[in-house]
Nanobody
Framework: VQLQAFGGGLVQAGGSLRLSCAAS????????MGWFRQAPGKEREFVAG????????YYATSMKGRFTISRDIAKNTVYLQMSSLKPEDTAVYSC?????????????????????WGQGTLVTVSS
């Protein structure tokens, strides 16, 4: 399984950015995909997740309303649309995959429950 995240860059506060995570190596119908981020000196933080089978979504409370996760089955790609970006959104964003069995709103944000990780993509929001 390979996950490749891309789309990061430098954006001004208030701007938007769309990250992509290209997945390959297996079928993901029984998987849930997640986006996490890690800012310098901080712990990894859950951003959003999506169940591949039916596109059911999960969001961290602080991200809901500004970030939107989606997936394209034909392209085997998961997206994270970010808007109204703030300097505190600056971080390395990574995508990850885990089996959907056992996923709840309480467990979706646990990094150790994910089996596969892609490399991160850096998002820098300037003030």
């Amino acid at each position: 399984v390979q996950l490749q995240a891309f789309g990061g860059g430098l954006v001004q506060a208030g701007g938007s950015l769309r990250l992509s995570c290209a997945a390959s190596g297996r079928t993901f119908s029984s998987y849930t995909m997640g986006w996490f981020r890690q800012a310098p000196g901080k712990e990894r933080e859950f951003v959003a997740g999506i169940r591949w089978f039916d596109a059911y979504t999960y969001y961290a409370t602080s991200m809901k309303g500004r970030f939107t996760i989606s997936r394209d089955i034909a392209k085997n790609t998961v997206y994270l649309q970010m808007s109204s970006l703030k300097p505190e959104d600056t971080a390395v964003y990574s995508c990850a995959a885990r089996v959907s069995s056992g996923v709840t709103s309480g467990t979706i944000g646990r990094p150790l429950s994910y089996s596969y990780w892609g490399q991160g993509t850096l998002v820098t929001v300037s003030s």
